[in-house]
């Protein structure tokens, strides 16, 4: 049998608005931590469907051990003596999650497995620790069998609130206003000084425990503050840098996340030193007269390498850029060149909602290049999409994508089945054919109605070292691969389970 320490009566009694709002505060803690988790990975393994998986199974694997094992412990020990230790060591953790992910995000390679591994070390003690506080506290609100499911009903609708407060306030508010490192030192700040006065006050003989959790939260907090930094701008959907190119001074290349997305020259925007910004361009350039004026938009805009550089070459040309995160945009005004004006305009929102504000058939060209780390954003893919797509296309329009994928190319395949649905002509643009051990990476897809110029466009692939597949041989490639719709499409599945492969 095991021996139990009784519950002092004698020891100060909390009152039951108060064990209301520490259970109201532990609980949205663990929730905000789960927010913020995604922005802290998202520099070392991106945003994915496989990120998010991670750290809310991680988290809920913590919820319910720390439910558990907090039980069985205010069993065993008063939990006078065990509540503010428990939350003030919650703070400590807290602390710790970003110098956790900073030291081992570089080394953990990204891909899903990086994504559980990354979340599990950072963020599921946590979790652990301060679920434990609801057990406790209904442990120690229990004075008669007659009211324990009041008790127990209270203090979970409590704890459930408290966690839905915690989500809508660091998600709609919070992440797009505040840094997160801040966020998490603030409350890292509040759950240490709730642990410690909780402590002092309801069991002073535990002073000892109060001063080592004290130095392990300065200890933390330091490390905290003194680890690298990878985000030069944080916003509600990227973490975002600019690198100066250490061979040409005048070039820029701009992260999202764990992404290399965009090179800029702020000298030369003909400058295209992507591959994939010179397919785009070999597609476009295929498709109309040389310096022909265009009507274009895009889809995403990056460091707005392309839109420039349409402005460059095709004088005249319309360009309106679909980008759903302002500080993109501010970004590539403030560090990139980027210049809007009535023929390259800016309009921040989902691509999804802001294409249906396009009038039918006003487009020449459509380009697609929005990204999620590495994965297009799966509604951007869907038969539904491409069918506003080609809404918006003129009749002798062209659509190009940018896609990454790998052997055994399932998403490309996908991708362009669906395009194949909509339209009369499709074709591929990569690096290497793809059956050789090389390729993979970028891809780019072209659909229109008209005919595509295949020696024109094979001809200027050719002189940039990539392929082209299309016409007959794109049946075979494609086989059965289903259509990608707004019911299924399992993109961050099908290229994590290529790039691994």
């Given amino acids: 049998m095991i021996d139990e320490e009784p519950v002092d009566r004698r020891a100060p009694r909390i009152n039951p608005l108060l064990a209301g709002a520490i259970v109201f505060v532990c609980s949205a803690a663990v929730l905000m931590l789960e927010i913020l ?13 496989e990120t998010y998986t991670s750290i809310i199974g991680t988290v809920l694997a ?18 006078h ?27 953990s390679g990204g891909g899903g497995g990086a994504a559980v591994t990354l979340a599990f070390c950072a963020f599921f003690l946590p979790a652990v620790v301060l679920s434990a506080v609801t057990p406790m506290m209904v442990k120690l609100e229990l004075h008669d069998l007659d009211n324990t499911g009041g008790i127990v009903g209270r203090l979970s609708g409590i704890s459930t609130a408290g966690a839905l407060v915690g989500t809508f306030v660091t998600g709609f508010v919070l992440v797009a206003t505040t840094p997160t490192r801040t966020i998490i030192n603030v409350i890292g700040v509040v759950l240490v000084v709730l642990g410690i006065a909780l402590t002092l006050w309801l069991s002073k ?30 916003s509600a959907y990227y973490c975002m840098r600019v690198d100066h190119d250490a061979f040409r001074s005048t070039g820029r290349i701009l992260w999202l996340d ?6 800029v020259d702020l000298a030369d925007p003909t400058l295209l030193e992507f591959d994939y910004t010179r397919s785009l361009s ?8 040389d310096g022909e004026a265009l009507d274009a938009l895009h889809v995403g805009g990056g460091g707005f390498t392309f839109p420039r550089y349409l402005a460059a070459t095709r004088p005249g040309t319309q360009s309106t850029v679909l980008e759903i995160d302002p500080a993109v945009r501010d970004l590539a005004r403030d560090e990139l060149g980027l210049r809007t004006s009535p023929a390259l305009q800016v309009r921040v929102g989902d691509a999804r909602l802001g294409i249906r504000h396009e009038p039918d058939s006003s487009r020449d060209v459509i380009v697609g290049d929005a990204f999620g780390s590495l994965s297009v954003p799966w509604h951007l893919t869907t038969r539904e999409f491409v069918e506003e797509i080609d809404r918006v296309l003129r009749p002798d329009g062209i659509y190009v994508q940018n896609a990454i994928d790998y052997p055994s190319f399932r998403f490309v395949k996908a991708q362009l089945a669906t395009l194949q649905e909509r339209f009369e002509h499709v074709a591929a643009i990569a690096h290497a054919p793809f059956d050789e051990p090389e390729a993979g990476g970028n891809v780019v897809l072209v ?24 016409g007959a041989a794109l049946g075979p490639f494609v086989g059965s691969a289903p259509v990608i719709t707004d019911d299924f499409a399992p993109v961050d599945q099908w290229l994590r389970e290529d790039s691994i492969s």
């Fill in 37 to 49: 988790a995604g922005r802290i990975l998202a520099p070392y393994v991106g945003i994915s469907l």
């Fill in 62 to 79: 913590g919820i319910a051990m720390g439910a558990w094992g907090g039980g069985k412990l205010a069993d065993r020990i008063d939990p």
């Fill in 81 to 107: 003596r065990l509540i503010g230790p428990v939350i003030a060591v919650g703070g400590v953790l807290a602390f710790f999650t970003v110098p956790i992910i900073r030291f081992l995000g570089d080394s």
């Fill in 205 to 234: 003989r535990d002073v000892g425990v109060t001063a080592v959790v004290a130095l392990a939260a300065v200890g933390a907090f330091t490390l905290g503050a003194v680890s690298t930094e990878p985000c030069q701008v944080e």
């Fill in 258 to 263: 764990d992404l290399r997305h965009s090179y």
């Fill in 282 to 289: 070999d597609a476009v350039d295929a498709s109309f007269q």
């Fill in 447 to 470: 659909a229109s109605h008209r005919p595509i110029d295949r020696s024109l466009l094979k001809q200027r692939v050719a002189a940039h070292g990539d392929v082209l597949l299309d």
